[in-house]
């Protein structure tokens, strides 16, 4: 098997197969799947992608960016976020790709929460993120190794040379003149979340080992309308879309009570939804509900086809009938430090994007469809750097693999153990106390025998624990609350 190429890209995303689309076809590249490559969080967006339909909404759209961010974001990276963002639909549209359009053929744009405009673009209906993915798996022009772990970075001399895989049960290393990272978040730490099965926080870990600077991890974000009543670890997200189109939240007694928390009700930030839903029920023990009896069902079939099929065969009517809802684990604001071109500044030759990355674009508050288009501009930046100073010349390398036990007999309930802990100390609603007491448990838990894989989900958990502890009053989607 081949083990050197010019660039290796970690992830099959859209941001790993975007980064991959823009680098021309003469450089040996080899993108590496974790699973099978539809196993991510790409392939599960419904909502869609957040653009400036017009120049004129560009600043709007910044400030609603920075709006939802709660002032933590890089005033940067937004303008460069939402000014780049028509040109890279532009040239996906260009490439072949077609979002919803009316009888005239002209793009369809609808509206999310904390959006003061319509400027949504959305593809089959809600399944916007498996349409743009199966386009981007057909379009590419480079290998991918499936059922791929990476257990290392080979970094030697603040320089990063490759990789280390686990694959077909063997270890070994794959090396490369530019190493990107684009394996996502970090949703499977927490008990209820949103995600792929293969987002597990492993290469924030294996940063942590590494002294790579890990920023804003205190920032994670809860999507305020999921189906969390079922056997599934991924529960069924319900997209924002549907709130920004008319769906309600209400209580047991039809009562819609965001309007108590936030005068925009429904169409208020994420965490300002996730922290009322979380309050209503505690302080109330009532039951809350997304009502979208207000769509027609021919409608709301041909829109929202994805949620209307999930939850039909769960035994739902919809729109009839109305869906007992949860807050869950949804998004990473924070991640690797990049700057603007996803380049990891303290190692040579190393880059972040996406999910995993933190750029300075999100803040402390995610703004609705904002991710996607992430993963679109700033994979662009990322090739067009690497075309820029990828050289001729092999790197030399000399690297031992090490005996490294993946697993353990144990580990598995130390997992289910992590992620109880990680939701009830470290999600919707956090205090100093139950911070303490989750971060005294995570080192015992990292002084203990195990395999490496939960020891890196200890790691990135650490960091998030600590981060929250270090910021003592609420921003965005870090919300404090008493003492106990």
Not at 7 to 17: E, K, N, P
């Amino acid at each position: 098997m081949k083990i050197n190429y010019d660039v290796i890209i970690i992830g099959s995303g859209v941001a790993g197969l975007n980064t991959a689309l823009s680098l021309p076809s003469d450089l040996e590249v080899l993108v590496l799947s974790k699973d099978y490559a539809w196993e991510c969080n790409t392939f599960y967006a419904q909502g869609g992608i957040a653009v400036a339909p017009n120049k004129e909404d560009i600043p709007l759209h910044v400030q609603d960016t920075l709006s939802a961010g709660a002032g933590h974001c890089d005033k940067k990276a937004v303008d460069l976020l939402c000014s780049e963002g028509p040109k890279a639909i532009r040239a996906l549209c260009k490439a072949g790709f077609e979002f919803d359009k009316d009888e005239n053929g002209n793009l369809l744009y609808t509206k999310e929460a904390a959006h003061s405009t319509n400027r949504i673009l959305h593809a089959g209906g809600d399944t916007t993120g498996r349409d743009l993915h199966l386009f981007l798996m057909q379009s590419l022009k480079f290998p991918i190794l499936y059922n791929t772990q990476v257990i290392d970075l080979l970094i030697k001399d603040k320089t990063c040379y490759g990789v280390e895989v686990f694959h077909a049960e063997k270890t070994f290393n794959l090396y490369a003149k530019k190493i990107v990272i684009a394996s996502g978040g970090v949703g499977s730490l927490y008990e209820y979340h949103t995600n792929s099965r293969t987002i597990s926080a492993d290469i924030h870990g294996i940063c942590c080992e590494h002294g790579i600077e890990l920023r804003d991890m205190e920032m994670m974000q809860f999507h305020p309308t999921a189906f969390v009543q079922s056997n599934a670890v991924r529960k069924q997200l319900l997209s924002e879309a549907l709130r920004g189109e008319g769906a309600k939240i209400v209580d047991e007694d039809g009562k819609r009570f965001l309007f108590d928390y936030d005068t925009r009700g429904e169409l208020s930030p994420r965490n300002i939804v996730s922290e009322a839903l979380y309050e209503h029920k505690k302080t109330t023990g009532k039951e809350v509900y997304l009502d979208v009896s207000d769509f027609e069902k021919e409608h709301f079939k041909k829109r929202f086809p994805g949620i209307y099929f999930n939850m039909n065969n769960i035994g739902f009517d919809l729109p009839k009938q109305r869906i007992p809802i949860s807050p869950a684990f949804h998004y990473a604001m924070g991640g690797i430090k990049t700057d603007f071109d996803g380049k990891i500044e303290t190692i040579d030759d190393l880059y972040a994007v996406g999910e995993v990355a933190s750029v300075g674009v999100h803040g402390a508050n995610r703004l609705a469809s904002n991710s996607l288009l992430e993963g679109l501009v700033f994979s662009r930046r990322v090739a067009s750097d690497i075309c820029n100073t990828i050289t001729c010349k092999d790197k030399k390398y000399d690297f031992v693999n090490k005996e490294i036990v993946l697993e353990k007999e144990g580990d598995k309930k130390m997992k289910n153990e992590l992620r109880s802990l990680m939701w009830k100390s470290a999600g919707i609603v956090r205090n100093q106390n139950n911070l303490k007491k989750a971060l005294i448990r995570v080192e015992e838990m990292l002084k203990l025998p195990t395999g490496k894989l939960i020891r890196l989900r200890l790691l990135t958990s650490r960091v998030i624990i600590q981060s929250a502890l270090k910021r003592k009053t609420s921003l965005g989607a870090h919300y404090i609350k008493g003492e106990s």
